[in-house]
T-cell receptor
């Protein structure tokens, strides 16, 4: 069975700091990858996704992620975080052509003003 | 915009009660999913459905059942609620995967269930 590992459970940053959240998955075949975000009191929403093609994908609110197949990684980045980025971030993976997602345990990001 | 709605935001039930959580999506999605979300554990799949009257067990189906009588509606049932089922329950829907393509899931706001 595939699994997803998020390296940090909690991250605390000051505004304007750069962000990188790690995500590694275990499945060796073709995958589709996602990052979801859950702002306080809100529902989970898609931040960005990778299906194929350019391994560097850009999402909403200035986020991007890079798929490195050789490292089984899909790390999320943002050059300069804002207080409004305070949220929980989830990495998810599915085998291509499958409907079910496997989620990581999440990383809670707190950005201090 | 895809809309996934859940019948309640907060629910308090007693141990042993039968609990129904309802989910409705308005985008004609084939797939629907039920997850529970617990701190430090992320999202864990309880059941999913890829068509009306079809269901598949997820990672943690014990103590739960589901019903999908109409394409837009997917119900989660706790036959006899227990305190360890206190959690946030999330419903999601998606287009069916085709060939080598999978699609993102759209989530509802969640139901926070407390079993006392």
């Amino acid at each position: 069975a595939q699994s997803v590992s998020q390296h940090n459970h909690h991250v605390i940053l000051s505004e304007a700091a750069s962000l990188e959240l790690g995500c590694n998955y275990s499945y060796g075949g073709t995958v589709n990858l996602f990052w979801y975000v859950q702002y306080p009191g809100q529902h989970l929403q898609l931040l960005l996704k990778y299906f194929s093609g350019d391994p560097l994908v850009k999402g909403i609110k200035g986020f991007e992620a890079e798929f490195i197949k050789s490292k089984f990684s899909f790390n999320l980045r943002k050059p300069s975080v804002q207080w409004s980025d305070t949220a929980e971030y989830f990495c998810a993976v599915t085998r291509s052509g499958y409907s079910t997602l496997t989620f990581g345990k999440g990383t809670m990001l707190l950005v201090s003003p | 915009d895809v809309k996934v709605t859940q019948s309640s935001r907060y629910l308090v039930k007693r141990t042993g009660e039968k609990v129904f959580l309802e989910c409705v999506q308005d985008m004609d999605h084939e797939n629907m999913f039920w997850y529970r979300q617990d701190p430090g554990l992320g999202l864990r799949l309880i059941y999913f459905s890829y068509d009306v009257k079809m269901k598949e067990k997820g990672d943690i189906p014990e103590g739960y059942s589901v019903s999908r009588e109409k394409k837009e509606r997917f119900s989660l049932i706790l036959e006899s609620a227990s305190t360890n089922q206190t959690s946030m329950y999330l419903c999601a829907s998606s287009t069916a995967a085709t060939g080598k393509s999978s699609y993102e899931q759209y989530f509802g706001p969640g139901t926070r269930l407390t079993v006392t």
